[in-house]
Nanobody, 125 residues
Framework: QLHLVESGGGSVQVGGSLTLSCEASDFTFHTNFMAWFRQAPGKEREGIAAIGSDNVIVYAESVKGRFTLSRHRVDRKRLLTLRMNGLVPEDTATYYC?????????????????WGLGTPVTVAS
């Protein structure tokens, strides 16, 4: 079973940057779709960036040009990294990493069955 652990959340000022990391425990990491989602209080979970086994990356319009997704190995760790620049208060949410094997819509939360516990991000104005 693949296990996902997010880190890197925190509080920043408007215009600031954060880098979120998702560590995957399974050596077959590169065979899965992986994605970042976020959920603000009272709102539905939103897909923001996803990468497939072919390394094609898709972004939500709300983060395109500001967020950058990458997947790589550091030592023996497999990481999915989300670099977030130009943060605005609307980016405040809990950010979740997700993974699965067969995905039709990479930014739909309903497609994913493996989730991390999330890491909170707060952008103060």
């Amino acid at each position: 079973q693949l296990h996902l652990v997010e880190s890197g959340g925190g509080s920043v000022q408007v215009g600031g940057s954060l880098t979120l990391s998702c560590e995957a425990s399974d050596f077959t990491f590169h065979t899965n779709f992986m994605a970042w989602f976020r959920q603000a209080p009272g709102k539905e979970r939103e897909g923001i960036a996803a990468i497939g086994s072919d390394n094609v990356i898709v972004y939500a319009e709300s983060v395109k040009g500001r967020f950058t997704l990458s997947r790589h190995r550091v030592d023996r760790k497999r990481l999915l990294t989300l670099r977030m620049n130009g943060l605005v208060p609307e980016d405040t949410a809990t950010y979740y990493c997700a993974a699965d094997v067969l995905i039709r819509d990479p930014l739909s939360p309903n497609e994913y069955t493996i989730w991390g516990l999330g890491t909170p991000v707060t952008v103060a104005s």
